[in-house]
């Protein structure tokens, strides 16, 4: 799985003009599931998004989202797993289709939610306008670990 972190002072997402998600300061998340990745690495990640400590608490950037509950936003987005290496059309073979994706971004949503964390989402293999407000910014790419 690939998740592409932002920290926020708001973020929303909407489809056909109906707000589905929407947060506060926080993270957005955009979550890509490969054809490869199971339960494992949902939790894996979800683990992951919630330690790092890359919040404002005060005047540094010192805390996780687990250690002051902030808010996180995800979205789905099957593009993260794109191959740009021939031609100028992207391939999506490397994503997982819907049918095995969906389960494994609710799976995150899910352990997120376990680990004491508000989330709001988009809606799964929806055309979504997603907004937000990059506070820093900051934005980072989170792979979890490839197997033996």
Same mark, same amino acid.
């Given at each position: 799985m690939?998740?592409?972190?932002?920290?926020?002072?708001?973020?929303?997402?909407?489809?056909?003009?109906? !707000?589905?998600?929407?947060?506060?300061?926080? !993270? !957005?998340?955009?979550?890509?599931?490969?054809?490869?990745?199971?339960?494992?690495?949902?939790?894996?990640?979800?683990?992951?998004?919630?330690?790092?400590?890359?919040?404002?608490?005060?005047?540094?950037?010192?805390?996780?989202? =687990?250690?002051?509950?902030?808010?996180?936003?995800?979205?789905?987005?099957?593009?993260?797993?794109?191959?740009?290496?021939?031609?100028?059309? $992207?391939?999506?073979?490397a994503?997982?289709?819907?049918?095995?994706?969906?389960?494994?971004?609710?799976?995150?949503?899910?352990?997120?939610?376990?680990?004491?964390?508000?989330? =709001?989402?988009?809606e799964?293999?929806?055309?979504?306008?997603?907004?937000?407000?990059?506070?820093?910014?900051?934005?980072?790419?989170?792979?979890? $670990?490839?197997?033996?």
């Amino acid at each position: 799985m690939r998740a592409v972190l932002q920290r926020v002072s708001s973020a929303s997402v909407t489809v056909a003009g109906e !707000l589905r998600g929407e947060i506060g300061a926080g !993270l !957005l998340v955009l979550v890509g599931v490969s054809r490869t990745d199971t339960g494992a690495e949902a939790r894996w990640l979800a683990g992951k998004v919630a330690g790092l400590r890359v919040l404002r608490d005060g005047q540094r950037d010192e805390a996780s989202a =687990a250690s002051i509950g902030a808010p996180v936003l995800v979205v789905s987005q099957f593009t993260l797993h794109a191959d740009l290496t021939s031609g100028r059309r $992207p391939s999506w073979q490397a994503a997982a289709p819907a049918a095995s994706a969906e389960p494994l971004v609710t799976a995150f949503c899910t352990e997120l939610r376990a680990l004491g964390l508000p989330v =709001a989402t988009g809606e799964f293999g929806a055309t979504m306008a997603v907004h937000s407000v990059n506070d820093g910014p900051l934005t980072l790419l989170v792979e979890t $670990p490839a197997r033996p």
